[in-house]
């Protein structure tokens, strides 16, 4: 399995969690049989200024920097590009402006596949998420690629804007081959403090379980989702097509909390509380009101948002990547969590 077939591949977001995770795709591999043949790309990342990307300096990509809402950068970013690959991952999830969800999320996509076209790329593979389905509607249910639009929040409706923009353009002329992906809650190396805050919480047994707790959350270990990404880069059939990327199973919010705890304790000697804070599912249910008020309002609370969500079934159904890629999730849980934690305390920060 290669992408020499591309001439370059170009990341958007390559400072991003996922993002750097893909560079490192390209550049070293993926430790995973059959697969190594992903290594030793051109890359371009595309990161916005200011940034210390010097990591990625480091694996040999080219840097361009810029803005999403810069036309002059998106299209700065695509010369001599006919022919690349473009992995569009750039986006905002908790923005410091509701109106920056459409402007980067809808509109940002818009120029780069603009600008992809221009320059007579070959292949754009795009990162959604699942807040365009919102949340299932039995606590059985998973999504698939069949299931109907049910935006949650700003970020939700803008991302089912950008993904009817773009199967709207996959038969326009001169535009590059569309993929969609889809990701759930992502976990695993390099990530933000907010995951680290989450071992943290948990450790300290102030982690809150909203309601029962038997609510089903899709998780995707990143460099799975790296994985995906590449393969719905390379392989053919996926031109025009959109794949849900994730874990092989969801996760009851429990049996999430309770491996981080057995990972935190019986991996790595940490003293853990065996408490987790239980809190009624109403709790949720009232922030979910509270985010949908001061979204319209124009406001953002991060921590008001997530709170929303955590006694709802999020779950996905994988099977049509497996069937149509030829993709299986690196890890389960368990061992995904263990190498998370591994990395937090190999770059020296504190759980």
């Known amino acids: 399995m290669t992408l020499d077939r591309f001439p370059r591949i170009i990341v958007t977001g390559a400072n991003g969690w996922l993002g750097r995770r893909v560079v490192r795709a390209l550049t070293l591999g993926l430790d995973w049989p059959g697969l190594r043949g992903f290594a030793g790309s051109a890359v371009r990342g595309f990161v916005p200024a200011g940034e210390d990307v010097s990591d990625?300096?480091?694996?040999?990509?080219?840097?361009?920097?810029?803005?999403?809402?810069?036309?002059?950068?998106?299209?700065?970013?695509m010369d001599g590009a006919e022919g690349a690959a473009v992995i569009h991952l750039a986006g905002v999830i908790h923005p410091g402006k509701v109106r920056d969800f459409d402007a980067i999320n809808h509109l940002g996509t818009r120029a780069v596949l603009d600008a992809a076209t221009r320059a007579g790329c070959a292949r754009m593979v795009v990162m959604s998420s699942n807040s365009p389905f919102g949340a299932n509607r039995t606590p059985e249910g998973r999504f698939d690629e069949t299931s109907p639009y049910n935006p949650y929040m700003g970020y939700g409706r803008s991302k089912r804007r950008m993904e009817d923009m773009l199967r709207g353009s996959m038969d326009a002329a001169g535009a590059p081959e569309i993929v969609i992906c889809r990701a759930p809650w992502f976990y695993g190396p390099g990530q933000p403090p907010r995951q680290t805050q989450f071992f943290t919480m948990i450790k300290d047994g102030k982690f809150p379980i909203l309601g029962s707790g038997d609510n089903r959350r899709s998780m995707g270990y990143v460099d799975s989702l790296a994985l995906g990404l590449l393969l719905a880069a390379e392989i053919p059939r996926a031109a025009a097509q959109t794949y849900w990327i994730a874990d092989e199973r969801p996760y009851p919010m429990t049996?999430?909390?309770?491996?981080?705890?057995?990972?935190?304790?019986?991996?790595?000697?940490?003293?853990?509380?065996?408490?987790?804070?239980?809190?009624?599912?109403?709790?949720?249910?009232?922030?979910?009101?509270?985010?949908?008020?001061?979204?319209?309002?124009?406001?953002?609370?991060q921590k008001i948002h997530v709170l929303s969500e955590m006694n709802l079934t999020i779950a996905c159904d994988i099977s049509k990547a497996q069937r149509d890629l030829g993709y299986e999730p690196l890890v389960e849980l368990r061992e995904g969590m263990r190498r998370s934690v591994a990395w937090c305390l190999e770059q020296g920060h504190d759980i």
């Open 56 to 77: 990625l300096s480091g694996l040999g990509a080219e840097i361009v920097r810029g803005d999403l809402r810069d036309p002059d950068a998106v299209t700065n970013l």
């Open 255 to 301: 049996e999430i909390v309770a491996t981080v705890r057995d990972v935190l304790r019986d991996d790595f000697g940490m003293r853990v509380s065996d408490r987790s804070l239980r809190v009624p599912g109403i709790v949720a249910d009232m922030a979910r009101v509270a985010d949908a008020g001061l979204q319209g309002l124009g406001l953002y609370h």
